[in-house]
């Protein structure tokens, strides 16, 4: 007997499925054990931190704070301090402040800038200076303050100048009275040395002013924050990242280590770096960093293959377009002084990045819980299907019980009825 629903012509009793039915079913589920394999294999790819680097960056380390990357051997002045009481160099100042700061060093030579330079930014940094130039304290009585200056700014500025050049101004109760006028007399500096750099050439003297004072405070740069660029941005723009934090990722191709000649900020020697870029075009990125763990400095003196060369990063501040000869010809390559954020460890230094048997355990742990996955979702499914087959013999039961017997209704049919026809005509006979 057939019971048609409300909703389609099928019957409402178990029917048998026809072949072509299965055999899709059958491809459904192939199709969802594939996608299933996809995931595990997305999910496995994503552990590796060469797939989200070109987008977050390396990860920091889990302790240690922002240099537990390096080896603790590296030169303090690489590390960046995670302390709340470390000063570091404030850009914070009005635009008014900028534009007499720009005035004043105008008033200055370039050496007298340099000089000058060299002792703000390491006052601001609260970094003791032994004995302040001579130079200085002459120089700051010679400056002229716009006469149409108001009184109380002209006040600021000239305690801002007298505390750089050490004549003792009278103490103020305000520790933040001329930090601004000082940030924006820095700028101007930084500005105008910036201004020098003679951008797709070999090294100039002009150079200098800028290199160094990057690579003096290459300790202050920051972990985080810093875009990460390939070669190809930083040659075809680079007016925009002049000057700018980035952050480059890539393998170390060559390793110089360079005696730094006298200097104004006594620095001694550096290490630069031709690092082939992680991702983007096949052009090297020249990273001019203070100091180098094991790992990359035993390599210096040698080109090796790219592949074969050292994964570091680096956040530093884009300087120039660096003319170098190159197999083609003439090329050019940008200059990023900095310092190593990441960098893998030699033999013997102590890691913080897990080992081998960590990883290994990490990959059985992802295993074990994909297999009880799997088992407790097929169990589920086993669970669902029987409690339904037995949801249905049930219902099909209650069907049945309720219905009435054919039977006696057509035994019914077979017998004489005592109204009938027959009946009315043996009464008339």
Same mark, same amino acid.
């Given at each position: 007997?057939?019971?048609?629903?409300?909703f389609?012509?099928?019957?409402?009793?178990?029917?048998?499925i026809?072949?072509?039915?299965?055999?899709?079913?059958?491809?459904?589920?192939?199709?969802?054990?594939?996608g299933?394999?996809?995931?595990?294999?997305?999910?496995?790819?994503?552990?590796?931190?060469?797939?989200?680097r070109?987008?977050?960056?390396?990860?920091?380390?889990?302790?240690?704070?922002?240099?537990?990357?390096?080896?603790?051997?590296?030169?303090?002045?690489?590390?960046?301090?995670?302390?709340?009481?470390?000063k570091?160099?404030?850009?914070?100042?009005?635009?008014?402040?900028?534009?007499?700061?720009? !005035?004043?060093?105008l008033?200055?030579?370039?050496?007298?800038?340099?000089?000058?330079?060299?002792?703000?930014?390491r006052?601001l940094?609260?970094?003791?200076i032994?004995k302040?130039?001579?130079?200085?304290?002459?120089?700051?009585?010679?400056?002229?303050?716009?006469?149409?200056?108001?009184?109380?700014?002209?006040?600021?500025?000239e305690?801002?100048?007298?505390?750089?050049?050490?004549?003792?101004?009278p103490?103020?109760a305000?520790?933040?009275?001329g930090?601004?006028?000082k940030?924006a007399?820095?700028?101007?500096?930084?500005?105008a040395?910036?201004?020098r750099?003679?951008d797709g050439?070999?090294?100039?003297?002009?150079?200098?002013?800028?290199?160094?004072?990057?690579?003096?405070?290459?300790?202050?740069?920051?972990?985080?924050?810093?875009?990460?660029?390939?070669?190809?941005p930083l040659?075809?723009q680079?007016d925009?990242?002049?000057?700018?934090l980035?952050?480059?990722?890539?393998?170390?191709?060559?390793?110089?280590n360079?005696?730094?000649?006298?200097?104004?900020?006594?620095?001694?020697?550096?290490?630069q770096?031709?690092?082939?870029?992680?991702?983007?075009a096949?052009?090297?990125?020249?990273?001019?960093?203070?100091?180098?763990?094991r790992s990359?400095?035993?390599?210096?003196?040698?080109?090796?293959?790219a592949a074969d060369?050292?994964?570091?990063?680096?956040v530093?501040?884009?300087?120039?377009?660096?003319?170098y000869?190159?197999?083609?010809?003439?090329?050019?390559?940008?200059?990023?002084?900095?310092?190593?954020?990441y960098?893998?460890?030699?033999?013997? !230094?102590?890691?913080?990045?897990?080992?081998?048997?960590?990883?290994?355990?990490?990959?059985?742990?992802?295993?074990?819980?994909?297999?009880?996955?799997?088992?407790?979702?097929?169990?589920?499914?086993?669970?669902?299907m029987?409690?339904?087959?037995?949801?249905?013999?049930?219902?099909?039961?209650?069907?049945?019980?309720?219905?009435?017997?054919?039977? !006696?209704?057509?035994?019914?049919?077979?017998?004489?009825?005592?109204?009938g026809?027959?009946a009315s005509?043996?009464?008339?006979?």
């Open positions: 007997m057939r019971i048609p629903s409300q389609d012509d099928d019957s409402l009793y178990r029917r048998k026809p072949r072509g039915e299965s055999v899709k079913t059958f491809r459904k589920l192939i199709r969802l054990a594939l299933l394999a996809l995931v595990v294999v997305v999910m496995l790819q994503a552990a590796k931190p060469a797939v989200y070109p987008f977050f960056g390396h990860l920091p380390a889990k302790s240690g704070g922002a240099a537990a990357s390096l080896p603790s051997a590296l030169a303090k002045r690489t590390q960046v301090s995670t302390s709340g009481n470390a570091t160099e404030q850009t914070h100042h009005s635009p008014k402040d900028r534009q007499i700061a720009n !005035e004043l060093i008033q200055l030579s370039r050496k007298e800038q340099v000089s000058w330079t060299v002792t703000l930014s006052s940094r609260g970094m003791k032994e302040l130039p001579d130079a200085i304290a002459t120089t700051a009585q010679k400056l002229k303050f716009d006469p149409d200056l108001g009184s109380a700014q002209r006040a600021e500025w305690f801002a100048v007298q505390d750089l050049a050490g004549t003792m101004p103490p103020k305000d520790p933040q009275y930090l601004a006028q940030n007399l820095l700028a101007a500096l930084d500005e040395a910036v201004n750099v003679i050439s070999v090294w100039r003297s002009n150079d200098f002013d800028s290199f160094y004072r990057a690579l003096d405070s290459a300790s202050q740069l920051p972990d985080s924050g810093a875009a990460t660029v390939g070669a190809l040659l075809q680079p925009v990242f002049l000057n700018q980035v952050t480059v990722h890539g393998n170390v191709a060559l390793v110089e360079i005696k730094a000649p006298e200097n104004p900020y006594d620095i001694k020697d550096y290490w770096l031709w690092v082939k870029p992680a991702e983007g096949d052009r090297p990125i020249v990273a001019v960093v203070p100091d180098v763990p990359v400095s035993e390599q210096a003196g040698s080109q090796i293959e060369g050292a994964q570091v990063s680096v530093g501040k884009f300087l120039k377009r660096l003319a000869k190159s197999g083609a010809g003439a090329d050019l390559a940008p200059v990023v002084i900095g310092r190593l954020t960098a893998p460890f030699a033999e013997g !230094e102590q890691a913080v990045t897990p080992t081998t048997n960590e990883t290994t355990v990490s990959t059985s742990k992802f295993w074990l819980i994909a297999s009880i996955s799997c088992i407790g979702g097929v169990g589920l499914a086993m669970l669902l029987w409690r339904t087959s037995v949801l249905a013999k049930q219902s099909r039961k209650l069907r049945t019980a309720y219905r009435q017997d054919p039977e !006696e209704f057509l035994k019914g049919l077979g017998e004489p009825s005592t109204n026809p027959s005509g043996q009464e008339h006979s």
